[in-house]
Each structure stands twice: as C-alpha cells, then as structure tokens.
C-alpha cells in the first residue's frame, strides 16, 4: 500500500482552538480513490523542520518503518471529502506546539505535506436512539457522524470543549439534541463533566435503553467509567462503540500498545457503507487511534 502525500491547500481556524486544513494533490485523489477512505485516516508527519520522507513497502505490500516513522503516525476524522475534486479536510485541536501532530499543526502553511496510509473505522450505527458523549478530540468524529444520520434520527450529544468560545453550530437532525460542556479552561483529562453527565442521564418518557445506540470517545478515564454505566443501564454490547482517543498519561502509539484504547471485544460493528474492511486482509488493519498531545 503507498503513502499518498496530501498537500496543503487552505487552513482556516473555526474556533480558537479548532483548525481546520484542506489537503489536496494526486495524492489525495489517489487515496479516495481506493476505498476504504473514512471515516478515519491515519497520517504520517514528517520530522520537525525536516521534508516529508516516506515508509517502505514490503514484498506483500505492508509498510516498513524504520527509525522512528511509526512513531510518526497519528489518526484523525476525515471531516469532508470531495473525490472529484480530489480535496479533503481534516480538523485538527490545537494543544499548543510541543507534540510531534500538535506543532505541526501551529506552523502549517499551504505547501506543506503529509502522507496518508490508509483509512477506515467504525461508525455509530443509524436508528435506534442516538447517544453520544466525547471530548473535543472526538468532535471530528462527532460532527461528521451526525451530518451523515438519517433525517429522522433521535438523540442527544454531549461534547466537553475548553471554554464556551469553542461552541460552534453543528449540523444535524432535528430531533438530535447537542449539549455543550464547557471546561472553563482548565485542561483537557482534569475534570468530570462527561462522567457526570451519564451519571444525570435519562431516558425521554416511553424510551428503553435497549433502544439507544451509545458511541463515546474520550479520555481513558471516561471510556472505561462509560463502560460500566452502559452495561449497568442495559444497553447491549452490540449497540455500543467506546473507544478511548487519548490517555492523560501516554502519547497515542504508547496507547495503543498499552491497552489497545481500551476497546473490547463484541460491540457495534457497524462500518459506512461503500467503506468496509475485508476483514480476511490483516495486512492493513486499521484502528481508531486518535491523536491527543500536550
């Protein structure tokens, strides 16, 4: 499988902490191209100050790191895609210039490029009641899923977010409730506020939690605190998607190998149509790892 080196065309900033950037090139065309693309995608930076190399490929066609490339390599949303156009954007939270992904992000400009990997992931499955809790790691995610939900989905969404300055409309079903968390500015992983808004849900009146489709993506503290709470309320395995995006105390390759982002065994298993992995080719497995830096 090659790197496709996506270039940057245009960065635009929709929050003060949420940056988005449109890539485009051959190399994004190719990647649309050749399915499964999203809804994630995993990048690949270049050394800081350096020009972006590239990873080998194998006989089998599997990469090959050397050096510290697989280290290099994060996961993100893809937020919108045009295949024709050959463009895509990916929205980016800016935590400041000290990680690899995150003062790549605060020095960017048009020109600049990055490799693409491959893409894929799972997805909240449509129907049933919606109910999503995440972080602004997982707004991405949040935003696009709820731009792909039936007209007549029902739900509620809850994403915590530094302050209110990064409250911005989203698009989405009427019958979809979103609930804005501010922090008040104290950082990212330091407060309760999702945990404590399963802890006060409630169903609507005449609703079953054997109903709700759950997706929660956060902090490692959060995933797993939402684990227990959903098999305590009753919903099932198979209607649930919890995958932790970042741990307070780790980067996300020393994630991964950790805890596997605290994922388990069983739940939704439902992936975008159109975008499915064969899942008899372990070659190019792709996860949902999602980058966190401080």
């Given at each position: 499988?090659?790197?496709?080196?996506?270039?940057?065309?245009?960065?635009?900033?929709?929050?003060?902490?949420?940056?988005?950037?449109?890539?485009?090139?051959?190399?994004?065309?190719?990647?649309?191209?050749?399915?499964?693309?999203?809804?994630?995608?995993?990048?690949?930076?270049?050394?800081?100050?350096?020009?972006?190399?590239?990873?080998?490929?194998?006989?089998?066609?599997?990469?090959?790191?050397?050096?510290?490339?697989?280290?290099?390599?994060?996961?993100?949303?893809?937020?919108?895609?045009?295949?024709?156009?050959?463009?895509?954007?990916?929205?980016?939270?800016?935590?400041?210039?000290?990680?690899?992904?995150?003062?790549?992000?605060?020095?960017i400009v048009p020109g600049d490029e990055l490799g693409a990997l491959g893409?894929?992931?799972?997805v909240l499955k449509p129907g049933g009641y919606a109910l999503m809790f995440?972080?602004?790691?997982?707004?991405?995610?949040?935003?696009?899923?709820?731009?792909?939900?039936?007209?007549?989905?029902?739900?509620?969404?809850?994403?915590?977010?530094?302050?209110?300055?990064?409250?911005?409309?989203?698009?989405?079903?009427?019958?979809?409730?979103?609930?804005?968390?501010?922090?008040?500015?104290?950082?990212?992983?330091?407060?309760?506020?999702?945990?404590?808004?399963?802890?006060?849900?409630?169903?609507?009146?005449?609703?079953?939690?054997?109903?709700?489709?759950?997706?929660?993506?956060?902090?490692?503290?959060?995933?797993?605190?939402?684990?227990?709470?959903?098999?305590?309320?009753?919903?099932?395995?198979?209607?649930?998607?919890?995958?932790?995006?970042?741990?307070?105390?780790?980067?996300?390759?020393?994630?991964?190998?950790?805890?596997?982002?605290?994922?388990?065994?069983?739940?939704?298993?439902?992936?975008?149509?159109?975008?499915?992995?064969?899942?008899?080719?372990?070659?190019?497995?792709?996860?949902?790892?999602?980058?966190?830096?401080?």
């Open positions: 499988m090659p790197t496709h080196v996506m270039t940057v065309e245009e960065v635009v900033d929709y929050t003060p902490h949420l940056r988005r950037v449109v890539f485009g090139g051959r190399g994004v065309a190719d990647y649309l191209a050749a399915p499964p693309c999203v809804p994630n995608i995993k990048i690949y930076f270049p050394q800081p100050g350096q020009p972006l190399d590239q990873p080998g490929e194998d006989e089998r066609g599997r990469w090959v790191f050397t050096g510290d490339q697989r280290a290099r390599v994060r996961t993100y949303t893809v937020r919108w895609a045009d295949a024709q156009a050959g463009r895509l954007a990916i929205d980016f939270v800016r935590h400041g210039d000290e990680g690899l992904a995150s003062a790549w992000v605060e020095r893409g894929g992931g799972r995440g972080d602004e790691t997982a707004l991405p995610a949040i935003s696009d899923t709820l731009e792909h939900m039936p007209a007549d989905q029902t739900g509620q969404v809850f994403i915590e977010v530094l302050d209110e300055a990064e409250i911005h409309e989203l698009t989405k079903p009427e019958g979809v409730q979103v609930h804005w968390l501010p922090r008040g500015g104290v950082p990212a992983g330091r407060t309760r506020l999702l945990i404590e808004a399963m802890e006060r849900f409630t169903l609507p009146e005449g609703l079953d939690y054997a109903g709700v489709h759950l997706w929660v993506s956060a902090e490692s503290e959060v995933v797993r605190f939402a684990r227990r709470w959903a098999a305590t309320v009753g919903i099932a395995r198979e209607n649930r998607l919890i995958i932790g995006y970042w741990h307070l105390d780790m980067n996300e390759v020393a994630y991964a190998q950790d805890s596997n982002h605290d994922r388990v065994a069983g739940e939704m298993a439902y992936e975008r149509p159109g975008h499915e992995h064969d899942h008899h080719d372990h070659d190019h497995e792709h996860d949902h790892e999602h980058a966190h830096e401080h």
